[in-house]
């Protein structure tokens, strides 16, 4: 036997059934939907209906919440305001602002603030002055010999 001689066993296979085609085929009209209603219409499946189970969504736990009125802040790490002061493009003599980080192309938008994190090593003794910074940055850039200034009590914590 070859793979071009394998059929099917008779009566296996049935020819596909054609609905909506005439009342002589017992499938005409309707064509086996019923009359009316949402499912009788095309392109219709009820989601999120389980048959009268209790629906998925239903049936897991509700997480979270979103603050509509949440503050988002540009976040800055020490690293790569040591990397941009050693390549010229921040000066390390002249207080370090947020108007300042965007200059230099260091941030793109100062969104609701600049927040400072402490990734990252800094050498240089600096003066920054922005929205919020971490207790861990404040402590690197301090025992570098600098000074962070936070204008916004709400960023700091």
Do not use: C, H, W
């Not at 999120?48 to 603050?67: A, D, I, S, T």
């Not at 990734?119 to 690197?140: F, N, Q, R």
């Amino acid at each position: 036997m070859k793979l071009n001689e394998l059929r099917d066993n008779p009566g296996a296979t049935k020819p596909r059934k054609r609905v909506g085609r005439g009342p002589g085929s017992g499938m005409g009209k309707t064509g086996g939907r019923g009359i009316k209603g949402q499912k009788s219409r095309s392109g219709v499946a009820i989601k999120g209906f389980e048959g009268g189970q209790m629906p998925l969504y239903q049936r897991l736990p509700k997480r979270g919440f979103n603050m509509r009125n949440r503050k988002k802040f540009a976040v800055v790490n020490l690293g790569l305001i040591q990397k941009f002061i050693e390549a010229g493009k921040l000066d390390a003599g002249q207080p370090i602002t947020e108007d300042a980080l965007l200059a230099s192309g260091l941030i793109r938008r100062k969104l609701d603030g600049v927040r400072v994190l402490a990734k990252g090593e800094i050498t240089t003794k600096i003066d920054l002055t922005v929205t919020g910074a971490s207790k861990s940055a404040i402590d690197a850039v301090e025992k570098a010999g600098g000074s962070v200034a936070v204008t916004s009590a709400q960023a700091a914590a």
